[in-house]
Each structure stands twice: as C-alpha cells, then as structure tokens.
C-alpha cells in the first residue's frame, strides 16, 4: 500500500505533457504560420499548466508604480508615451514608432511572483516583458527576452498569456493547444484582465484571470527587468495597474 502511494505521488510530480496541437483550423492555421520557426516549440513536448494561481495578497509584495510618477521606470525602443493616469500607467502608439517598452529600473528580478491588471481603452498589441534584458534596436536599444503576451480580440486566436520572445526567435509557448481550449475563452474584452506570473529558477508559469496559461522551461532568461509594451503601429492605448512583485529568492 505504502509503495503504491510513493509511487503515484511520484507520478504526479512528473510535468504533465500536452497531448496535441488544437485540430480546429484557427489553431492549426497558426501552427502552419509559424512552422518556419526555428525554435518553434513541438506540441507534444509542451507542458500544461495546472497549478493554481499563486496567492497575490500578504506579506513580500512590493508595488512596482508608486503612483505618483514613473521616475523608477526608464523607456526604451521607440517614442510611443507612457503617462501616469490616477492610479494608472497608460501607454499610446505613436503612429511611425518602433515598437516601445517602459522597463523598471531595477534589471535583477530572478524568482518571484508578479501580478498587474492591464485593459485596453483602443486595441493595440501588448503585454509584459520579464526577466528581460537589452539589445540593439533600429533607433538605439530595445527589449529583448521572455512577454506574457496580451493579444486584443480582433486577433482571433485567443493567445494572451502565452509567452513570447521579443527580438529572441519568436514564440516560446504559444497557446494552440487542444488543452487550452478553455483558456483562450479567459480574456475580458471589455475591462480589466489580471496577469500573474511565477518564475522558479528555469520554471515559468503564468495565469490570465486566474486561468492557468502558460508552463514553460528554459535555461536562457534567468534575470532581468519587468517592461511594459506598447507595440508600433496604427493605434493602441493600454492601462496598467496594481503592478507588484513577491521575491521568492
């Protein structure tokens, strides 16, 4: 009896695998877009996300905005705008702009819990860099590593959560699995949307509106800064609040 129980303990320790690629033909046009991608992951590799959201009140977080002023955050990558707005960063595409990206001063963010509220006022491409660093972009220095990625709703795959490498090879989880199928239904067009994500050495996991998301591994992007982005284009205006991080170093 004792065996038997170490013995499915054991198993459910194990990272639990997906089984494949969503068979509708949104999921599969996307996985047959992005095929060309070199370290595009394999469907049956990927992990799922199973895990409750972490708890995001009590003692060890911290806020990252202090409300008042953004003199702890620095924009990098272009000259779309980031301005205080009450209790709210609010981030504009400026027509002609590279893609920008308002990142926290503070660049050594290792193993922590971190959660905001993002809501679009004008659809736009967005999400949060983490553990990101620096590269050389078209006008001067740009982010660079792992976005939870938040996708406005017109883009019809339902993606938000999944994590994106910036300017690092593309889609490191993309959200195409038959698994997730519940979880592209969790993002709220038309109000705020809670991002959480918890880093654990080379573990990586994130929740959009309490929905477990993403669950990816990687030995790359081990530290970093956390950054805001408004990307280049026609439009976009996004809000970003709560921001606040629990170390777990």
Same mark, same amino acid.
């Given at each position: 009896?004792?065996?038997?129980?170490?013995?499915?303990? /054991?198993?459910?320790?194990?990272?639990?695998?997906?089984?494949?690629?969503d068979?509708? #033909?949104?999921?599969?046009?996307?996985?047959?877009?992005?095929?060309?991608?070199?370290?595009? #992951?394999?469907?049956?590799?990927?992990?799922?996300?199973?895990?409750?959201?972490?708890?995001?009140t009590?003692e060890? =977080?911290i806020?990252? @905005?202090?409300?008042?002023?953004?003199?702890?955050?620095?924009?990098?990558?272009?000259?779309?705008?980031?301005t205080?707005?009450?209790?709210?960063?609010?981030?504009?595409?400026?027509?002609?702009?590279?893609?920008?990206?308002?990142?926290?001063?503070?660049?050594?963010?290792?193993?922590?819990? =971190?959660?905001?509220?993002l809501?679009?006022?004008?659809? $736009?491409?967005?999400?949060?860099?983490?553990?990101?660093?620096?590269?050389?972009?078209?006008?001067?220095?740009? /982010?660079?590593?792992?976005?939870?990625?938040?996708?406005?709703?017109?883009?019809?795959?339902?993606w938000?959560?999944?994590?994106?490498?910036? /300017? /690092?090879?593309?889609?490191?989880? #993309?959200?195409?699995?038959?698994?997730?199928?519940?979880?592209?239904?969790?993002?709220?067009?038309?109000?705020?949307?809670?991002?959480?994500?918890?880093?654990?050495?080379?573990?990586?996991?994130?929740?959009?509106?309490?929905? #477990?998301?993403?669950?990816?591994k990687?030995?790359? @992007?081990?530290? $970093?800064? =956390?950054?805001?982005?408004?990307?280049?284009?026609?439009?976009?205006?996004?809000?970003?609040?709560n921001?606040?991080?629990?170390?777990?170093?």
């Open positions: 009896m004792k065996s038997t129980l170490l013995l499915i303990l /054991a198993c459910l320790s194990l990272p639990l695998l997906a089984g494949e690629l068979p509708g #033909p949104n999921q599969q046009k996307w996985f047959k877009h992005y095929e060309k991608q070199k370290n595009l #992951p394999d469907p049956g590799e990927m992990l799922i996300n199973k895990k409750p959201e972490p708890k995001l009590g060890g =977080f806020d990252l @905005f202090n409300g008042k002023n953004l003199d702890d955050w620095e924009a990098i990558g272009g000259t779309c705008e980031f205080v707005q009450g209790d709210s960063i609010r981030g504009v595409t400026v027509p002609g702009s590279e893609s920008t990206y308002l990142y926290t001063k503070k660049a050594d963010f290792a193993d922590f819990i =971190f959660t905001c509220d809501k679009w006022e004008v659809e $736009g491409n967005t999400g949060v860099m983490f553990r990101a660093t620096r590269t050389e972009g078209k006008t001067g220095p740009t /982010a660079y590593g792992p976005q939870m990625e938040m996708e406005p709703f017109s883009h019809g795959r339902g938000s959560g999944g994590i994106y490498g910036q /300017a /690092a090879g593309g889609w490191f989880y #993309p959200v195409w699995l038959a698994e997730h199928s519940e979880t592209r239904k969790a993002q709220i067009q038309h109000g705020w949307n809670r991002m959480t994500i918890e880093a654990r050495g080379n573990h990586v996991r994130t929740w959009l509106n309490g929905v #477990p998301v993403s669950n990816w990687n030995d790359t @992007f081990l530290s $970093g800064a =956390f950054g805001l982005q408004v990307h280049k284009g026609k439009a976009g205006t996004i809000y970003w609040r921001l606040k991080v629990k170390s777990l170093d």
